[in-house]
């Protein structure tokens, strides 16, 4: 048995009730085989692969607080703080029913790898609650947010763990989360990114996820010869990732004509309109079936997905694992040649499996969400470092230095894929290139 095998077969021993987790390490052991063959020996003798698979830490409190009815509650809430080896560890924080410790050491782990290919000094954390803020008044969701804070403070700082937004976690979460912190500690620090313009957030923030994924989605498309311009794209998810691939895609020239939330898809073949989106998801926190009122000729399709939409290239921007074998298959079979991921493992084991095969007979074109979804980690580092300085960047600077980082992600990753022998595998080269720095970082720091 491989030292990847044995490792992953004791983890499954351990964790057997954390099948997302399970699922995400699978993944990213076997794709980083060649380059732990490489070094087998020394990485055995350091035990490097099970403390890469073990949480450095993890936290979990309760959250008690009450409702507008006077009615108390009790939330559970946690932080991963999964590896710090290459930085403070740093990652959202997401609020949602399902969250759970599986999910969160998931999508922790993801991190790790993503955060170390910005090529920024960030570790790998998560956290959240399963507290869902959807259908919440303002005060219930900051009695929330406070309760939730006057906890985590103790675990969190600028040169320790830095949190950001996730799924539920959006701007007015952060802003309440803020007050709290600075409440308590008395201090004015960039100890969560993601903040607003008037409290130290950077500007291009907010759209860094949605326009990293469009930026590196171009150098993956311009890498097989072709462009965005004139391509249709179908995007599911209505939310912060969502909104801003729309609209950076559209900047591009390219048709994007589906969007989603959790109860169905709208299918506007003249293009999705965002300051529709804008109006009905920003404006009042709406259900997107609203869409179909302001623009007629749009269909609204209940409790479906838009996979089996006719398109160039996907971008799913909603959750994990919202794309099943079947649904890749269809994706293909009706013509889409790329899928680029804005939310975290969206496409579950056997959709990938369908996109190799693709890979192989045809060349699909699949960048997987630790690359492709990094822009928005990205540009949170790039927030910590104007807090730092305590000066603001323009715009067009994080936007320039987004983009830089999207195009040096893209070329760090064809060229890991191309050194193991698995040349247009952006899977392998995510991976590898991810894992690489921090196995440098691990081995140079000594058994901790
Ligand atoms: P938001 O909460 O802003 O939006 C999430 C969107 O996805 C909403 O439209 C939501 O619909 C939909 N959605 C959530 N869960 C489900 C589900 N189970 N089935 C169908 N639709 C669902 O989150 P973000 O846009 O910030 O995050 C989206 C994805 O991108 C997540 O996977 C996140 O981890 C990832 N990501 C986000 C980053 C960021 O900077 N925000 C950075 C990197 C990755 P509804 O309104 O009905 O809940």
């Known amino acids: 048995m491989s030292y990847v095998e044995e490792v992953y077969e004791g983890l499954v021993a351990k964790h057997p009730n954390e099948p997302e987790f399970l699922e995400a390490a699978k993944r990213v052991l076997e794709s980083i085989e060649p380059a732990v063959t490489a070094h087998e020996e020394a990485y055995r003798k350091a035990a490097l692969l099970e403390r890469l698979v073990e949480p450095e830490r993890i936290i979990t409190f309760r959250v008690p607080w009450t409702d507008d009815n006077g009615v ?9 703080q999964f590896n710090s080896a ?5 990652g959202g924080l997401r609020f949602r029913g399902n969250v759970n410790q ?11 790898f993503k955060n170390s290919l910005t090529g920024l000094p960030i570790g790998g954390g998560k956290g959240g609650s399963d507290f869902d803020p959807k259908g919440r008044s303002d005060a219930e969701v900051m009695r929330f947010c406070q309760s939730f804070m006057t906890e985590l403070v103790k675990y969190i700082g600028p040169d320790e763990d830095v949190p950001a937004g996730d799924i539920g976690v959006g701007g007015r979460e952060i802003g309440y989360l803020y007050g709290q912190y600075k409440r308590i500690t008395n201090r004015y620090e960039g100890v969560l990114t993601g903040k607003g313009l008037s409290y130290g957030g950077s500007l291009a923030r907010t759209e860094a996820t949605g326009y990293g994924l469009v930026y590196i989605t171009n150098e993956v498309v311009k890498g097989a010869g072709k462009s965005l311009e004139g391509k249709t794209i179908v995007i599911s998810g209505s939310g912060n990732v969502a909104q801003y691939a729309i609209q950076k895609a559209q ?5 994007v004509v589906t969007c989603s939330d959790s109860n169905g898809y709208v299918y506007d073949p003249d293009g999705i309109k965002l300051d529709v989106v804008f109006d009905i998801k920003q404006g009042h926190r709406g259900r997107i ?9 749009a269909q ?8 089996g939409v006719k398109c160039d290239i996907a971008l799913p921007c909603a959750t994990q694992n919202e794309i099943n074998g079947e649904d890749a298959k269809k994706l293909i079979a009706n013509g889409c040649w790329c899928v680029c991921e804005g939310a975290n493992m969206p496409s579950d084991e056997d959709a990938v499996n369908a996109y190799e095969e693709a890979r192989e007979k045809s060349g699909f074109l699949y960048m997987p969400a630790k690359a492709a979804n990094a822009g928005g980690v990205g540009v949170s580092a790039l927030e910590m470092s104007q807090n730092s300085e305590r000066l603001s960047w323009t715009f067009e600077e994080v936007d320039q230095k987004l983009q830089a980082m999207m195009v040096g992600i893209y070329e760090k990753v064809s060229k890991a ?9 952006f899977v392998v080269g995510a991976n590898i290139a991810g894992f690489e720095k921090v196995a440098d970082a691990m081995m140079a720091q000594g058994l901790v």
């Open 289 to 297: 079936r609203e869409y179909v009122e302001k623009v007629p000729t």
């Open 72 to 80: 108390n509650h009790v939330n559970l809430g946690y932080r991963v």
């Open 417 to 425: 894929a191309k050194e193991y022998g698995h040349e247009g595998d």
């Open 300 to 307: 609204y399709f209940e409790g479906q997905k838009p996979w």
């Open 86 to 90: 290459i930085g403070p560890y740093k």
């Open 102 to 112: 599986s999910i969160l050491k998931f999508l922790g782990f993801e991190q790790i």
């Open 251 to 255: 900047q591009l020239g390219a048709k």
